[in-house]
């Protein structure tokens, strides 16, 4: 069995770039940077960013070019995809890899209910809004409050009542 999958979770780092195929099928394109920190032998932290290319289709390329933004978080569920072509004004052969979005998720703020909404595939997890004005009135304000709260135990947990 073969498995080609990545999961990501990062910021944009440009605008999407909506475009249409011939067939008339959207086609969005950004890019997301991902970090990583860890401490090296000598216990200083060090941090590293790596940056990919991201593309994705049909309904999912017109809510993403949407609702995202530079500077956005997204979490992106897909395929690696190699693509290369030949240069137009070199003749140079050119490659690209590219991650071909299956499902994706909006980040904490990235979503018009303030929520996390999830897109694409068999499941859908939340709304994706695709009208002008997806939040109105007080209904969607009292839901992003809901959301963002966290109630933690006023008592301690003790490790010893966790059944696993």
């Keep these: ?21 011939p067939s008339g099928v959207k086609v969005t394109s950004f890019g997301i940077a991902t970090n990583r920190t ?4 000598n216990g200083v932290k060090q941090d590293s960013t790596e940056y990919h290319n991201i593309v994705s289709f049909g309904k999912q390329a017109e809510v993403i070019a949407q609702y995202l933004k530079k500077g956005r978080a997204i979490f992106v569920e897909g395929r690696l ?13 050119k490659s690209r890899t590219e991650i071909v979005i299956d499902n994706f998720q ?7 209910t303030g929520g996390a909404s999830t897109y694409g595939g068999a499941s859908t997890g939340g709304e994706a809004q695709t009208d002008s004005n997806p ?17 933690y135990p006023a008592e301690e947990i003790n490790p010893e009542d966790i059944p696993f």
Aim: aromatic share 10%.
């Design 81 to 93: 995809q190699t693509r290369s072509w030949d240069d137009k004004e070199t003749g140079v052969k």
């Design 1 to 21: 069995m073969y498995l080609n999958k990545a999961f990501l979770y990062g910021n944009l780092t440009r605008d999407p770039e909506l475009k249409a195929l």
């Design 135 to 151: 939040v109105s009135g007080s209904k969607g304000a009292s839901k992003a409050e809901n959301l963002d709260t966290i109630e």
């Design 106 to 112: 909006f980040g904490p703020s990235g979503t018009p």
């Design 38 to 41: 860890w401490k090296d032998k």
